[in-house]
Structure formats: C-alpha cells, structure tokens
C-alpha cells in the first residue's frame, strides 16, 4: 500500500535541543525526547477512544450543529490489515488486553509497553525515554552482529503477493505467528529512522515519510508516527480505514 497510504509531515518542536548531541553516535536524543513525547500524547489520546470519553466532531454552526459518527476511531489504535488473496482482511484488538507500541529501528521491531494496564494512563516520560534509547541500542548491536531481515519492505509489495509472503514467512518459523500477532495488536508502529540528522525541510519530510526507509516501516498498521534523528515527525495513515 506504499504510495497509495498518506502522509502528513507535522509541526516540528522548537523546545528540542538544537544541538545533535549524541551519545557514542548511537543516540539522538532530539529524537528520543520527541518519539517520547509522542508516545505519551498518543497513550492520553488513546485513552479517551478506548473509553468513550472522546467528544465526537461535530459538523455546521450553533444551534443547528450535528456530531458526526465515531465509529472509525476503534480502527486507530490496536488495529492492522492483513493481506488475503482476493480480499484483505482488518484485525482489530482488544485494547484492554494490549497496551503495547510497536517501534522500529533499523529494520527491527519492538514491542514497547506505554500504558500503565492498572489505570490506563500513560508511563512516566523517563520511562519511555529510557525504553526507547534501549531499543535504539538493542537494534544497533543487533546491526553488528548480521544484517536485519528487513521485513517491513515486504509490506509495499502487490497485496497478492505479499499474502502469499506472509505465508510463507508465517511457515518460516514456529515463533513467527506470535510475533506477528505482537505487532498488529500493538496500538501503533512508532518509526525511529536511522537518517542524515539534519533537520528536514517540507520536501525532504515528504520524501522520508511516504516512501524512504521502508524496511522500517509496516505499511498494513493503521498508524504509523515517523521520528527523524532531528526530531522530525511524519504520519502514515493506512488509507483503507
């Protein structure tokens, strides 16, 4: 569904640090103060959908002001398509049961806890920060050892052809359907790109977000939030719900 999925470039966040300190140039932390942030936005956000709470949008002017249908929300957090033959499928889960994000770097995936599951609010800023400098670095070390399986890319093939990669891939190994499973029910995939660093201008967003990198992106999830090394950030939206 690449190219046909849109995108959004969003507004940048000028209290970032404008220096791209680093720690032994692995970390960004622009990027992690940012991709944190968005992460506790979307767990507050997330709250108000699963619990009703949500004011709907409403449509013309006073008194005469209609609210318009909800009901698309429960496809926003927890939910991914799936690729069939013919016709795919959507797959939604059940938000009291998972309270995870998904998140990719250099073509690995995490599944990242970001909502406490006792009061449903999200986990401390620190916490996020802390959990997603470790994924940064678990993918690093993993990129020395051998070059990651990059799987995200089969997801902006035909969707014929990818139902039968999926198969396959889902025969590849006895752990690969559960896996699957953990990153179509995470709430959404949350994309830490491994770019240039440089602060992107409209052009060069629009680029990154709807067609760079996609061995880090999977393009099936409803949302995916993409966060440059500056602290850039992208959104994809999966165009058929």
């Known amino acids: 569904v690449i190219f046909v999925s849109y995108f959004y470039k969003l507004r940048d966040d000028f209290t970032l640090p404008l220096n791209k300190s680093v720690e032994d140039g692995i970390i960004s932390w622009p990027q992690i103060h940012r ?33 318009l249908c909800s009901v698309a929300y429960k496809y926003m957090f927890h939910a991914c398509r799936v690729p069939r033959k013919d016709q795919d499928t959507y797959r939604i889960y059940d938000p009291n049961h998972y309270h995870h994000a998904i998140v ?5 995936f995490f599944s990242v806890p970001f909502v406490d599951p006792e009061t449903q609010k999200p986990l401390p800023l620190d916490v996020l920060e802390q959990n997603l400098k470790d994924c940064v670095e678990a993918s690093y070390m993993s990129q020395q050892q051998e070059e990651p399986l990059s799987l995200g890319i089969l997801t902006t093939s035909d969707r014929d052809v990818w139902a039968s ?28 790109d491994d770019d240039d660093g440089h602060v992107l201008t409209h052009r060069q967003g629009a680029e ?26 992208g959104f994809v939206g999966e165009h058929s719900m």
């Open 35 to 67: 991709a944190a942030a968005v992460l506790y936005a979307a767990a507050e956000f997330r709250e108000k959908v699963c619990t009703g709470s949500l004011p709907p949008d409403r449509l013309g002017r006073p008194p005469k002001q209609r609210a």
């Open 104 to 108: 990719s770097c250099g073509g690995h």
């Open 208 to 233: 990154q977000y709807w067609r760079g990198f996609p061995q880090n992106r999977w393009y099936d999830k409803s949302m995916q939030i993409i966060c440059s090394r500056a602290g850039n950030l």
């Open 165 to 192: 990669n999926r198969n396959m891939l889902l025969q590849s190994s006895p752990g690969m359907a559960e896996a699957l499973v953990e990153l179509e029910s995470g709430a959404f995939l949350l994309c830490m």
